[in-house]
């Protein structure tokens, strides 16, 4: 049955039918994201400490998006390399895990808890999937967005109301319940979304990322999950970003109706964004810059023929160009053969 229980005749009743191809541009998918803050003129980037971690380098990084608590960060390369390399955004996964963020993608710089080690090993092969990048000849930049780790709202920061219904302290279970039912009334209210706010910081970290010394001008990206559906507004929002590869991401918005709604963030659903773009359809945006995408083929979080439908549609619309989509027979995870792949891929397009 699906979520929507006796009420699924809403489809049809709000003549829910997403556009197979885009109807707006980067400028007008960026204004369907909602009121944004005015961006950055001066990033106040600053460097902390740097050390080795098994031929890769790592710096501590930060700067600022302009509001909320500075952005976190870590900069990876291999080591002994002077000279800059292509650069890449290394977006991290949502999982419900919101305490840490580029912690989950890189080895060498503090491990997860024991509790939540499982986000390392389920869904990135139980390695620093950001080090094996950079081995790769990438200097790679794992950083903080808006709602994880250095940029996190704080257990002191949740509403009483929240603790009450959920009737515990739990941090992330309370992290979950805020960005749907306290977080999104905010932005809703200031007109704002979630994936405007999200895309913003991403936005903001590709021209940092610009800026070092470390990068040679090209940047690319690439994310899992929640990060992979980052790639995805990057890859339509950016001109200058060289080429995105999101794992575990894509589906049409009608293959996600009856009972794939619920599981994901509201990063996927931006008010009215649907009357534009099917969710493939945002992908098409950012053509033609090279896209690889990495489907779960049993990924639990979306449904074989909806992603069958989504690769289908955006390889009808790449038309020959560089578009590849692969699909894995695994759940919702980025596995070492799939890295392995995609980091070959993004070297290839370096």
């Known amino acids: 049955m699906s979520a929507l229980g006796k009420f699924t005749d809403l489809v049809t009743a709000l003549d829910f039918s997403p556009p197979a191809e885009p109807q707006v541009d980067s400028a007008g998918l960026l204004n369907s994201l909602g009121n944004l803050p005015k961006f950055p003129s001066n990033f106040a980037i600053e460097r902390g400490k740097s050390w080795e ?12 998006v302009g ?13 002994g390399v ?13 999982d419900d895990v919101k305490e840490f963020g580029k912690e989950k993608v890189v080895a060498g710089a503090g491990q997860l808890p024991s509790h939540l080690q499982w986000v390392v090993r389920d869904h990135y092969g139980n390695r620093g999937a950001a080090n094996e990048l950079a081995k790769k000849g990438f200097a790679v930049l794992a950083f903080d967005s808006f709602m994880w780790g250095t ?4 257990l002191e920061e949740m509403p009483e109301r929240l603790i009450e ?21 905010y932005l809703s209210l200031f007109g704002a ?56 991401a894509m589906a049409t918005y009608e293959s996600m109706l009856p009972d794939h709604i619920a599981p994901h963030s509201w990063m996927f659903f931006p008010h009215q964004l649907a009357k534009k ?19 779960c083929g049993n990924d639990q979080l979306f449904t074989p023929k909806g992603m069958k439908d989504a690769d289908q549609m955006i390889s009808n619309f790449y038309n020959g160009g560089d578009y590849r989509g692969d699909f894995y027979p695994v759940r919702h995870s980025f596995t070492v053969e799939m890295q392995d792949q995609a980091f070959d891929w993004l070297a290839a397009h370096a």
């Open 82 to 94: 002077t000279t800059p390399l292509p650069g890449a955004l290394f977006l991290h996964s949502h």
């Open 277 to 295: 773009a099917d969710w493939p359809a945002v992908a098409m945006i950012g053509a033609p810059k090279p896209l690889y995408i990495q489907y």
């Open 151 to 154: 940029r996190r709202f704080t």
């Open 53 to 64: 971690h098994e031929g890769v380098q790592i710096t501590e990084l930060s700067w600022s």
């Open 67 to 79: 509001w909320g608590p500075r952005t976190g960060a870590l900069l990876l390369q291999p080591s």
């Open 165 to 185: 219904v959920l009737g515990e302290r739990d941090y992330e279970r309370l992290s979950v319940m805020h960005e749907s039912m306290a977080l999104s009334k």
């Open 193 to 248: 979304t979630l994936a405007g706010l999200l895309n913003f910081d991403d936005r903001v970290a590709l021209a940092v990322a610009k800026t070092l010394p470390e990068i040679n001008g090209s940047v690319s990206c690439v994310g899992l999950s929640g990060g992979g559906c980052r790639a995805i507004y990057l890859h339509a929002t950016s001109p200058d970003l060289h080429a995105t590869v999101s794992v575990g």
